[in-house]
Every structure is written in structure tokens, then in C-alpha cells.
Nanobody
Framework: QVQLVESGGGLVQAGGSLRLSCAAS????????MGWYRQAPGKQRELVAA???????NYADSVKGRFTISRDNAKNTVYLQMNSLKPEDTAVYYC?????????WGQGTQVTVSS
């Protein structure tokens, strides 16, 4: 069983930056994919960014060029660097790990971007 704990959310002005962290209680070395999702009020949860095998990445069109996902297997941590934040980035951000075909989710961290 792997537990994921997100941190780094908060309130920031438009144009600002935040770095989210997702710390795993166990090893993420075997994770086939790690990802960040977000859910805004009244909207469905959506994929923001994913990293596969530690190298290949995938981003939602809305965040390309602004967000960067990375993983540190030694620290069992995945990061999401968010730059040039916009009010529409406001949401609860969730971390997800796919390990041996099981999906693990964190509890989420709130990101609020003021205009």
C-alpha cells in the first residue's frame, strides 16, 4: 500500500509560481506513471501533467509551457512546478501513482490564483 501526500498549495497572485510536491510513503521506483490532476468547483477532474518511466511527459494543452512535472525516485517524490499562474488554474490538485496496475491518489492540495 502506498500513501501519497501533496503539499505546496496556497494562494498566489496571477503571474506567480508555486511548486507542488507529492511524497509517497513507499517506493515509486516501480510506478509506471505518476501524474497531477486538478478539479475546479463544478468541473470534472482533469489530467494536468503525467510522467512515465521517469522521462516521458504529457501535459494538458492549457498548461504547456507553464508547468513542469518531474520525479525524484530517491526521495519518492513527484513535483509540479507551476509558473505564470492564471486564475483559471484555481483548483484542488491531486497526485496519482500507478503502481502494478493499482491507482493511488493523494488527498489533494488547494491552489488559488487571484487576479
Amino acid at each position: 500500500q502506498v500513501q501519497l501526500v501533496e503539499s505546496g498549495g496556497g494562494l498566489v497572485q496571477a503571474g506567480g509560481s508555486l511548486r507542488l510536491s507529492c511524497a509517497a510513503s513507499g517506493s515509486i521506483y516501480s510506478a509506471t506513471a505518476m501524474g497531477w490532476y486538478r478539479q475546479a468547483p463544478g468541473k470534472q477532474r482533469e489530467l494536468v501533467a503525467a510522467i512515465y518511466g521517469g522521462r516521458n511527459t504529457n501535459y494538458a494543452d492549457s498548461v504547456k509551457g507553464r508547468f513542469t512535472i518531474s520525479r525524484d525516485n530517491a526521495k519518492n517524490t513527484v513535483y509540479l512546478q507551476m509558473n505564470s499562474l492564471k486564475p483559471e488554474d484555481t483548483a484542488v490538485y491531486y497526485c496519482k501513482a500507478v503502481i502494478w496496475s493499482h491507482d493511488y491518489w493523494g488527498q489533494g492540495t488547494q491552489v488559488t490564483v487571484s487576479s
